[in-house]
């Protein structure tokens, strides 16, 4: 990379911490204030950095408007599915990648399991929210007031005799969730089958979607697909870090289950 090109670069992340002016981002690239200028004057008109009336440097609007775009371009069903594949080689078991979408969580992938017995779950298919893995992993991960909002707007489907009775069980389950970094389903929708799920998570640390493992019990029992638990985050992490561009590390709350 040539220097020059490397010394603007280095000015964003300056600028992403907030507005600077010329002499700290000369101070900051250990170089002369002509030179700096240069650098600014550059970004400036291209967009990537704005200069203020009190003569200090922001970020852009363009830089700021061409990330957005990128994020909003991710596919994450894209990035994901390999990894999902992968993970279905290794376990046999069925695979499921979901998103929110307001007060609904809605499977966007599946990766079919290995064995005779199939489960009733379709792409584009809302999940049971109050009892599905994935839609606990990704309700968690909600503000403290958006997430007691959801919780009171929703129905509670007694399922089975596991299902999530009310909004003060679901809020302490979602607190729970949000703590250790990862969720289950142990017949709370269908008392045959379980599972286990952990978010997949974007550049600013939000889960922008859950990966599941499920099985039924004729095939796994629930101790024994727990036992996955380790796999299915490595594999989540592995399609954060893809997603997000970023190494491949846990999320704050996804370290103390780690193994």
């Known amino acids: 990379m040539s220097q020059s090109v490397d010394r603007a670069?280095?000015?964003?992340?300056?600028?992403?911490?907030?507005?600077?002016?010329?002499?700290?981002?000369?101070?900051?690239?250990?170089?002369?204030?002509?030179?700096?200028?240069?650098?600014?004057?550059?970004?400036?008109?291209?967009?990537?950095?704005?200069?203020?009336?009190?003569?200090?440097?922001?970020?852009?609007?363009?830089?700021?408007?061409?990330?957005?775009?990128?994020?909003?371009?991710?596919?994450?069903?894209?990035?994901?599915?390999?990894?999902?594949?992968?993970?279905?080689?290794?376990?046999?078991?069925?695979v499921h990648l979901a998103v929110r979408q307001e007060d609904e969580v809605l499977y966007i992938d599946k990766v079919e399991s290995r064995y005779p017995v199939r489960m009733y779950s379709r792409i584009g298919k809302p999940v049971a929210t109050t009892v599905a893995a994935v839609a606990k992993v990704l309700l968690a991960d909600l503000p403290e007031p958006e997430r007691r909002a959801v919780a009171e707007r929703l129905d509670y489907p007694r399922y089975t005799a596991r299902s999530t009775p009310g909004p003060a069980a679901f809020l302490e389950e979602l607190a729970r969730v949000r703590e250790q970094g990862w969720a289950t389903d142990l017949g709370g929708h269908e008392e045959s089958i379980n599972c286990v799920a952990a978010p997949i998570r974007g550049a600013d640390g939000r889960a922008v979607a859950a990966m599941s493992v499920s099985a039924p019990n004729v095939v796994v029992s629930a101790d024994e697909l727990l036992k996955l638990l380790p796999l299915v985050r490595r594999t989540a992490a592995a399609v954060s870090a893809e997603y997000s561009g970023r190494p491949a590390t846990t999320h704050p709350t996804d370290r103390r289950a780690l193994p």
């Open 9 to 94: 670069l280095s000015i964003l992340p300056l600028l992403a911490r907030g507005p600077a002016n010329l002499e700290q981002v000369a101070r900051h690239l250990d170089v002369h204030k002509s030179t700096a200028l240069r650098l600014l004057r550059t970004l400036h008109e291209h967009g990537m950095v704005h200069r203020q009336p009190d003569q200090r440097y922001r970020l852009g609007a363009r830089l700021i408007a061409l990330a957005q775009e990128a994020v909003e371009n991710l596919d994450v069903r894209g990035i994901a599915h390999p990894h999902l594949a992968e993970l279905n080689a290794a376990c046999g078991h069925t």
